[in-house]
């Protein structure tokens, strides 16, 4: 079993930036992908970014160019770097990570941007 905790979501005026942060625990060794998806009101949920155990990373469209994931592998932290961020980004954030054949997810963090 995995466990993944996400913070660092919050209120933020559009241009803004803010960084989520999600540590895995447990039996979290070997943990391949890790990644970040989205869901905003009355939408399904969406993939944002993922990032594999060697670095490479994938990015929506959407956020490419203003998001960067990144990884502590020795701290089991996946990170998500937002700038210039848009009212249409407001959300609520998942991290989420594979290992063993099995999908985790978090609970989710908040992420609310102002015009």
């Known amino acids: 079993q995995v466990q993944l905790v996400e913070s660092g979501g919050g209120l933020v005026q559009a241009g803004g930036s803010l960084r989520l942060s999600c540590v895995a625990s447990?039996?979290?060794?070997?943990?391949?992908?890790m990644g970040w998806s989205r869901q905003a009101p009355g939408k399904q949920r969406e993939f944002v970014a993922v990032?594999?155990?060697?670095?490479?990373?994938n990015y929506a469209d959407s956020v490419k160019g203003r998001f960067t994931i990144s990884r502590d592998n020795a701290e089991n932290t996946v990170y998500l770097q937002m700038n210039s961020l848009k009212p249409e980004d407001t959300a609520v954030y998942y991290c989420n990570a594979d290992q063993g054949g099995y999908h985790y997810w978090g609970q989710g963090t908040q992420v609310t941007v102002s015009t």
């Open positions: 447990g039996s979290a060794f070997s943990i391949n992908v």
């Open positions: 990032i594999t155990s060697g670095g490479s990373t």
